[in-house]
């Protein structure tokens, strides 16, 4: 019997969803249902009618219903003038209309396929313009394994000067059981939500005024971000990396170069007029001189002018110079969600130029790093994928056949040697290069795209980047573009979910809290905070009139490490009760012994199994 896939179930349910709307809201308008990650979705025109999630369970009992009815689908084919006619004048529905225009303006089809649901007594009851795939009959999918689960609204084709349609969201598994255990994750992820987290813990704000997807860092945040940065730029520079810093605008020339300009124009902000002042712009003075600027979308073109700034010998390659770079690239509204997805970020980005010779041992040394960061020092499971060229279509790559397969090779042969298993996609790279993503498994099996590796044959051709080889002759070189975070803000929205707030200590903005158990401890507890500082560890006093049980809430509740907790015995004795907030045990040591023990915790970078409570919650 042949397998059918979880793609497949979710499609259909897709059409069941449309099907049952049309059953019970005949004058809704249906757009497009594709099967995505975890479920499905389909997006109706309800026109004047208000759908809201109160109606999903009728919507939900109608689908229910059909599954029962064991409809068969079948696949059959009209031409594309038959189709037209269908949409346009029996169903009119313009958005089909317009899925069929699309289609023959860019595959010049000539006929398009449609499905139908047949009862078992052979009457059609339900069909749609669509590819599939779909299951053979409706008795295929399991009742128990759905659920409707949202309303949303969606632009047609994601513009917003467009139709805002009704999206339907729904889930679908294999089983009930694996419904239920995604259900249980999702409550899970709903408790570690980082913007939740984010302001519970006082890290990090959005503020109308500032702009949508613009996060400003608090003390907090800044310490935890900044702890990062310094680390990671030792890191970098034990491997060769040389920092650089680039201006957050361009002239637009640069951009033309680049080719952003042509070919990045939907992700970028419109530009930036220079030659007045805003006293000139506000009092309608006309420029003095014209100058036009862009916010920047990458730091690629930055790092190519310090590199071409001097002349290279093939004595100085490789070259690899990193930046933690604030971008800017313009994402719709509806796009934005937190820290994951925001319109001004910081990426810690490389650039390592070498020669041909040089490469494999280059991008190894890259996969290497990213194996360090994300699996040695954070805990990561990480999954591999590759993007290659389509090999049916290879002319629309820039770089030479031997620039690409030495490059696709280079990175296969790797990957294989150092035992990754990965997916490869062919058609999957860009123009410019192929390339490795990365990405890591978080503590309750969600996945996450962090690092990137790729290499560009673009910018070293644009920018006419050369290096005087052996034989005293300019030479192209190879260049390699590198994320391992991707950028600070999503890197540290996935750590917060990842850790559930609770952080390893190097990277907690307060390591410990010292909690007097009245106001006489007060002084000790000073003098205990700056010998903790002294020490190096990040320390602050619970000066509060509160009881000690709330100031031992307030600190777990703060996602506080360590609580030191001191009264009369303690003050006599110099010692403290160390209270260890994530594994929930408490011990009586000496101060000394205290800080020694903190102190080598937080110097431990390498988690490895050594997570913290929330990670393994």
Known sequence: MQQISLEAKRHSLSHILAQAVESLYPDAKKAIGPAVENGFYFDFDFGDFDFKEEHLKDVEKKMRHILKQNQRFERYEMSVDEAHEKALNTEKNPYKVEIIDDLVASEHVETVSYYQNILPSGAAVYEDLCRGPHVESTSELDADAFRLDRVAGAYWRGDESRTMLTRIYGIAFESRADLDAYEKMREEAAKRDHRVLGKKLGLFTIDPDVGLGLPLWKPKWAMIVNTLKRWFEDVQLERGYMPVLTP???????WETSGHWQFYKDGMYPPIELGMSLEDYQDNRKPSEHETYLLKPMNCPGHVKVFTADPHSYRDLPVRLYEFGTVYRYEQKWELSGLTRVRGFTQDDAHIICRSDQMREEFAKVVDLVHFVLHETFGFEVKTYISLRDPKNTEKYLGSNEQWNQAEETIQEILSEKGYTFAADFGGAVFYGPKADFKVRDSIGREWQLSTVQFDFNLPERFDMSFVNAAWENERPYMVHRALFGSLERFMGVMIEHFAGHFPLWLSPVQARIVPVSANFIEYARE????????????????????????????????????????????????????DVRAKGQADMSLDDAISKLGEEARERRLGSLLSAGARG
């Open 528 to 579: 205990v905070e700056q010998t903790l500082r002294d020490a190096g560890l990040r320390a602050e006093t619970d000066d509060s009139d509160d009881a000690l049980g709330k100031k031992i809430r307030n600190g777990e509740q703060a996602h506080i490490p360590y609580l030191l907790v001191i009264g009369e015995r303690e003050m006599s004795d110099r010692t403290v009760a160390l209270r």
């Open 248 to 254: 957050h605008i361009g002239r637009k020339s640069l």
